[in-house]
């Protein structure tokens, strides 16, 4: 061991499995189908492979701005009963307007002319970051993996390579957004457009689904 290099090897094995345990933890994160999933799914059948990454990455700034909040020490402000009660209302309603989208392009017979007019989430970027940026569970869920990594990292690493740990995580959650992409842009060549359209209906109404699951169950942490 030189000087200029003063950790040991085993210290920069037990790194590299944390990179690798980290991209995993990002896998599982990115996995489950939910909402994102759903609006990844829904535009890159209807737009293609890059649209599908867009919403994705929107979705990826959004845990990144979370973890950076709760980095400099805003958990208390984020688990705030009014804050996540304003969030899931607010997601909710999100969640029910990409859902009717999708059902409203369903019956559209032709492509509408441009007038002018911008659609809410016409971007979509904006679209997968409002996604996570208005859950509760991304905040959940960031809470206790940042909490976690925190209490397993020696006290002097405490802080910034904690941070740079839960970023690492995001590349699990790219590999997905962007093997999801991949994979809705080859299976669209072998689907006909009108079974990629009931595709998308079905993506609606799933986001509808989770919007008024959403809407309730908010609604059921209120105290009156």
């Not at 090897?9 to 345990?21: D, G, H, K, Y």
């Not at 020490?73 to 304003?86: C, K, R, Y």
């Not at 991949?182 to 209906?201: F, Q």
């Amino acid at each position: 061991m030189t000087k200029t290099d003063s950790r040991w090897p085993s210290e920069t094995i037990l790194e590299n499995f944390t990179l690798i345990q980290n991209i995993l933890l990002g896998l599982t994160l990115a996995a489950p189908i939910g909402p994102v999933n759903v609006e990844i799914i829904k535009r890159g059948l209807n737009n293609g492979f890059r649209q599908a990454v867009l919403t994705g990455a929107g979705a990826m700034c959004a845990d990144a701005t979370y973890l950076t909040l709760i980095f400099f020490g805003l958990t208390s402000f984020l688990n705030n009963a009014v804050m996540i009660n304003v969030l899931g209302i607010a997601g909710s309603f999100i969640l029910m307007y990409l859902g009717f989208s999708g059902v409203r392009d369903y019956f559209k017979k032709t492509a509408q002319p441009a007038d002018g007019r911008q659609r809410i989430f016409k971007y979509s970027f904006v679209a997968g970051f409002a996604l996570a940026i208005s859950s509760p569970m991304t905040i959940v869920w960031w809470t206790g993996v940042f909490g976690a990594l925190m209490a397993s990292q020696e006290p002097v690493k405490n802080g910034v390579h904690a941070f740079l740990s839960c970023l690492s995580i995001l590349l699990g959650c790219f590999l997905w957004v962007f093997a999801l992409a991949a994979a809705l842009h080859w299976g669209k060549n072998m689907i006909s457009e009108k079974t990629t359209r009931v595709i998308s209906m079905i993506a609606g109404l799933s986001l509808i689904g989770f919007g008024i699951y959403f809407f309730f169950r908010t609604l059921s942490f209120i105290k009156i």
